[in-house]
């Protein structure tokens, strides 16, 4: 495994290749991580992965300084997982006094783009950068970031990008919690509760299954569950996978998004649900 932190550098390790799968992350990794880069062998017979904290996609009371950067202790994860690992600077990646931003659809200004204003178009960027710099055949991004994947989707799509993207499961705890980097900041406290999360958006799914239909109802009772228990929330919502557009009566394929603060914690989750006709 290479570790490479030079972009004319990973241009030329990479030159020969013809079947790249990439995965991209800001470092820090977890067996979610871990789990796409297995995937993304079925796809590759070059695994690159990328670690940069992107400093364009962290608001200004966010948490950048904080964000924990353990590049030696992830490179001992990739062992025997990728073939290449590219790690580069701020410097490398943003050389310019001024950026050129990808501006993606208005769904950005939505559901985290709402609690979270040009978070979207700093991660579009920065994709779109990591792409052009690896052009790969094959890229692979987690669906707990569900809206990120819907994004990236359309923004490949609509710049007629020649590259695969695949969406992997969500990693979970053995009690449902969805891993993330941030579940570290949890107190055991908060870690012993997070797990409610998941639980909620469970309920609400089993509520859907079992013919509720009044989706503003089943949101409104789950937000409530979750402040009773100390969260602050976000949003939760229902929307079609199709377009993330808020769900219909008519619509089947359905997901239930959510976000939430628990101390000093933002946690993500989602529940994909099918609605019988």
Not at 53 to 81: H, S
């Amino acid at each position: 495994m290479e570790v490479i932190s030079s972009i004319t550098q990973l241009r030329a390790r990479l030159a020969g290749e013809c079947a790249i799968a990439f995965v991209p992350t800001m470092g820090n990794l977890h067996e979610g991580h871990l789990d796409l880069m297995r995937r993304a062998r079925e796809h590759g017979s070059c695994v690159v992965a990328s670690i940069f904290v992107n400093p364009l996609q962290f608001g200004p009371n966010e948490d950048f300084d904080q964000y924990p950067r353990t590049l030696a202790a992830d490179c001992a994860k990739l062992q025997g997982l990728v073939d290449v690992v590219f790690a580069p600077s701020v410097n490398e990646m943003y050389p310019a006094q001024q950026t050129v931003f990808v501006e993606p659809s208005p769904i950005a200004d939505e559901l985290c783009g709402a609690a979270r204003p040009g978070h979207f178009r700093g991660m579009a960027t920065v994709v779109l950068k990591l792409l052009n710099i690896v052009q790969p055949q094959v890229a692979l991004f987690g669906k707990k970031d569900y809206q990120q994947l819907y994004i990236i989707r359309q923004m490949v799509a609509q710049l007629n990008l020649p590259i695969q993207i695949i969406g992997g499961e969500t990693v979970r705890a053995a009690d449902g919690l969805a891993l993330s980097s941030r579940n570290q900041y949890l107190t055991e406290a908060e870690r012993s509760e997070a797990v409610f999360l998941n639980r909620t958006l469970q309920s609400m799914r089993a509520a859907i299954l079992n013919g509720g239909r009044d989706y503003e109802l089943i949101q409104q009772q789950a937000v409530e569950a979750l402040v009773s228990h100390g969260w602050l929330v976000d949003y939760v919502e229902i929307r079609t996978r199709q377009d993330l557009r808020r769900a219909t009566l008519d619509a089947r394929n359905l997901v239930i998004l959510a976000a939430a603060r628990l101390g000093k914690t933002r946690l993500l989750d989602n529940v994909e649900v099918c609605v019988e006709a």
